[in-house]
């Protein structure tokens, strides 16, 4: 392999491992926001969630081989400090977006290159789940678009703010998609921040 080829997977592959390590810690930390929230909203809010905890029932039915019959997972009754731990995260940031009953959800998120414009926490945690699922499912054929990208930086921002454990790499180097992940990457820093505030 040519050494300009070899910096270009080095950089993709610290930065998918540093993406997806990172991507874990937020999304742990908006489930444990949701989960500390979600017992002090009304009843209407829970019942949605109870509703869609129900349309997931058919991922819950197994079949039982010692007792040759299907079984339901976790049977779920009532309870009005329920904590919703099975949602995915996907489905939180979903229903916050439309309900908006998190309050630490409803900040926006300045961008780092473009004065005048803001992203929301919503959009901005979607993008970063359609990245991580591109990276699970789509790795030899990966390609990011806008549905992906909070915003994509620039080469100049990337050069002059890299992260510290890309020392002796050559930033310059780094293809689209890689150029995509770092963008998240730091876009993921800034709302763990705001959220650990």
């Known amino acids: 392999m040519e050494q300009?080829?070899?910096?270009?997977?080095?950089?993709?592959?610290?930065?998918?491992?540093?993406?997806i390590s990172y991507f874990a810690k937020i999304e742990n930390l908006v489930k444990q926001i949701f989960q500390k929230r979600v017992v002090?909203?009304?009843?209407?809010?829970?019942s949605k969630l109870y509703f869609m905890y129900g349309s997931v029932v058919g991922n819950d039915?197994?079949?039982?081989?010692?007792?040759e019959c299907l079984a339901l997972v976790g049977n779920r009754r009532y309870n009005d400090a329920e904590l919703f731990?099975?949602?995915?995260?996907n489905k939180i940031v979903k229903f916050d977006r439309k309900e908006c009953i998190i309050s630490e959800f409803r900040a926006n998120i300045d961008s780092i290159q473009?004065?005048?414009?803001s992203f929301t926490f919503h959009d901005s945690v979607i993008k970063f789940i359609n990245?991580?699922?591109?990276?699970?499912h789509e790795l030899n054929d990966i390609s990011f678009n806008d549905k992906?990208?909070?915003e994509r930086l620039s080469s100049s921002y990337i050069k002059q703010d890299a992260f510290e454990w890309l020392e002796g790499l050559d930033v310059?180097?780094?293809?689209?998609?890689?150029?995509?992940?770092?963008?998240?990457?730091?876009y993921i820093n800034k709302i763990l921040e705001q959220l650990s505030a």
Do not use: C, F, G
Request: glycine residues 0%.
């Open 4 to 19: 300009p080829e070899l910096i270009k997977l080095q950089l993709k592959s610290l930065l998918i491992v540093h993406y």
């Open 40 to 46: 002090e909203q009304d009843h209407k809010y829970k």
């Open 61 to 67: 039915i197994y079949y039982d081989i010692d007792n």
């Open 85 to 89: 731990k099975e949602l995915s995260l």
């Open 114 to 117: 473009t004065k005048s414009l």
């Open 131 to 136: 990245m991580r699922n591109k990276l699970a």
């Open 148 to 150: 992906d990208v909070v």
């Open 172 to 186: 310059t180097m780094m293809d689209n998609e890689t150029i995509a992940i770092y963008s998240n990457l730091i």
